[in-house]
């Protein structure tokens, strides 16, 4: 197993103050825009770009939720183990509201197409954007782009490709790891 | 502890402190699920299941009927009072042939004790024991200790009391595997009629005195008395027993502590229980009633991952 490094912490910083300023161009006050972190690996870009935008670009008021998908993915009872749940926690109704997906990998899209799904147990979205880190391109089994990405990846599909958050991980970097 | 270690539900006896923790993490997240404006999820739409009640049941087979309809799952309804269980079908007969309309999964309610190990014998589907007799009624067990779980914090360590007719109570036994199991402190408070004999081997201790039985537990669980399964008198009225092993609010405010004070229901009011203590804050009836929805979620979700 080799791993190179797609992205160093000082790269990550300057792409996550870009996809704060492309929100900002395209959601203002955030008054009528929610952003939802995709559970379990997306909170944590999600968490960081709220606390961006409220610290550095003084948007006053933001409404963040967390989402889990377990319960409607596709592929329950397909693999070998039990498809282990989330926390959901979404303090807020969508009706009528621009949600933004804020995810780490977009891969397949099958994780997208199931929360598209999801959030429709809190009301009918205005409109859905999704914003991902990492766009792996040429391996989507699904009609699913992002609005917003971070790097765009060309990995082939033994490779896998691993983002670690200072909070979670101890550091930020993004590996590309060959199995 | 990503998977439960049965493909059945057959009674706690068959589940370790894993089991019952990862169906309580799993019931939280179907806690939340069940508390959104639209309250239903799609992840069993490829799954029929059966609930199959020999016995009568009102609030466990509407519980288990909506958990199912909250996961999306395709059900059938049978009660042996209207079928040809009634014509002289044999148990395994009229389960083979429900299950030849493939079926996945099948709960059921039965009078005779282990009758849901001989289902699981005999067939294929995944069996979920909604009470065999005064054997086991897991579930039950569970949403009692998520609920204790909830209002206390934690299990282990908690003094649990089980009050009443513990012979005839599939609940108390199923709540007695379940409290051990997560290092609760079990006792038994009733007539000594209706506490069975060696009930000590199984980790409890016999209390025969109510008022030292509260004073010492943080818990009481009041169960009903079961007439229907007495075919002999084990107390001499029940104004006698309601005066022995009931609870008031006298009683409740002579205690030094406030306790939590917990039914699985029906109740016979102004027997076991009055309803000024029923219906009151130190009582967590009808929240055993919602996390009953919620415990079962988790156990046919945990259930079903595991049919291939």
Redesign the interface.
Known sequence: MSQKVLLTAKEIHIILHRLACQLLENHLDFSNTVLIGLQPRGIFLADRLTKLLKEEYKVKDIRLGFL?I???RDD??RGE????????KINF?VEDKNVVFIDDVLYTGRSIRAAL?AI????RPSNIELLTLIDRRFSRHLPIQPNYRGRQVDAINDERVKVMWEENDGKDVVYLINK | MSELSVRHLLGIKYLNKNDIELIFETADHFKEVINRSIKKVPTLRDTTIANIFFENSTRTKLSFELAEKRLSADIINFSASQSSVKKGETLIDTVNNILSMKVDMVVMRHSSPGAGIFLAKHVKASIINAGDGAHEHPTQALLDSYSIRERLGEVQGKNVVIVGDILHSRVALSNIFALRLQGANVKVCGPKTLIPKFIETLGVEVETDLVKALEWCDVANMLRVQNERMDISYFPSTREYTQQFGINRKLLEGLNKEIVIMHPGPINRGVEITSDVADSDQSIILDQVENGVAVRMAVIYLLASKIK
């Open positions: 889990d377990t319960f409607y329950f009872r183990k039990t498809l282990q749940a989330n926390m959901t109704l799904t429709q147990s809190f009301g």
